[in-house]
Nanobody
Framework: QVQVVESGGGLVQAGGSLRLSCEGIGRTTSDYAMAWFRQPPGKEREFVATISWSGDNTKYADSVKGRFTISISRDNVKNTVYLQMNSLKPEDTAVYYC???????????????WGQGTQITVSS
């Protein structure tokens, strides 16, 4: 079983920065790709960024390219994935979810394990 736990988040002014962290904890977690999705108010959950277990394969949603950076660190029992968010905009306001899966994909269905979500609010 894999446990996914997010931390970070909160309220920030437009143009500001935040960093989210997520631990994927479990015996085989170090083999998993990790990703961030988000769900804006009243909208469907959408892909933000993903990274392979090795860190050498990343993908971003067009809406965050050049502003967000995903990175990963690994040890024998867990992956920790980070999402550095710069130049934040009000439209980045959402609940952000971390997920773990076997492949770095933009598809929600490719991820087996999900965190509980953390709120990011960007004020204008």
């Amino acid at each position: 079983q894999v446990q996914v736990v997010e931390s970070g988040g909160g309220l920030v002014q437009a143009g500001g920065s935040l960093r989210l962290s997520c631990e994927g904890i479990g015996r085989t977690t170090s083999d998993y790709a990790m990703a961030w999705f988000r769900q804006p108010p009243g909208k469907e959950r959408e892909f933000v960024a993903t990274i392979s277990w090795s860190g050498d394969n990343t993908k971003y949603a067009d809406s965050v390219k050049g502003r967000f950076t995903i990175s990963i660190s690994r040890d024998n029992v867990k992956n920790t994935v980070y999402l550095q968010m710069n130049s934040l905009k009000p439209e980045d306001t959402a609940v952000y979810y971390c997920a773990a899966g076997w492949h770095p994909s933009s598809l929600i269905t490719e991820y087996d394990y999900w965190g509980q979500g953390t709120q990011i609010t960007v004020s204008s």
